[in-house]
C-alpha cells in the first residue's frame, strides 16, 4: 500500500499518535507500507505556523526529524500535478487539499484523510 497524508494527518502523526485512528495508526507502523507526505502539506503548515493559525515550530529541522522518524518520502510538487488540476472538478474549493488529490491521482496514492470533502473525488482514502 502507498499512502499520501494528507497535511492534518502528518500534524497528528507527529503530535501525539491518538489523535489517528487504529487502522491508520497500524499502516504507519507496517514496514511494507510506501508513506508519503507532500511538499504541499509543508507548504500549508509553513504558512499556517508564520500567521500564528497553527502552534507548531517554525525549524525545518522539527519536520525532516519527524519525516525521518516516520520513514515517509517528500513528494516534491511537480507539473503533471499541476496540470492535473485543470480536469480536477471544484467540488473542494481548498488549494491545498485540491493539490494533494491531483499528487494522489497522479501518484497512485491512498490519501490518509479524515475531511469527508475527499470522498466526491475519484481518489482513495483511508481514516
Known amino acids: 500500500m502507498r499512502l499520501l497524508l494528507d497535511t492534518h494527518a502528518f500534524i497528528y502523526a507527529i503530535n501525539p499518535f491518538e489523535e489517528l485512528p487504529t487502522k491508520v495508526l497500524a499502516l504507519l507502523e507496517d514496514p511494507s507500507v510506501e508513506r508519503w507526505v507532500s511538499a504541499i502539506s509543508i507548504w ?3 504558512v499556517k505556523v508564520r500567521i500564528g493559525k ?3 515550530p517554525s525549524e525545518r529541522s522539527y519536520y525532516t526529524r519527524h519525516l525521518a522518524a516516520l520513514n515517509a518520502n517528500l ?3 511537480d507539473a503533471a500535478h499541476s ?4 480536469s480536477l472538478p471544484l467540488h473542494h ?3 491545498f487539499d485540491r493539490l494533494l488529490i491531483a499528487q494522489a491521482q497522479t501518484e497512485g ?3 490518509v ?3 469527508p470533502a475527499f470522498a466526491a473525488y475519484d481518489v482513495p482514502t483511508i481514516w
Open 75 to 77: 513528494l516534491p510538487v
Open 113 to 115: 484523510t479524515k475531511d
Open 54 to 56: 497553527l502552534p507548531l
Open 93 to 95: 474549493k481548498d488549494p
Open 109 to 111: 496514492l491512498t490519501l
Open 83 to 86: 496540470f492535473a488540476l485543470f
Open 44 to 46: 500549508e503548515i509553513a
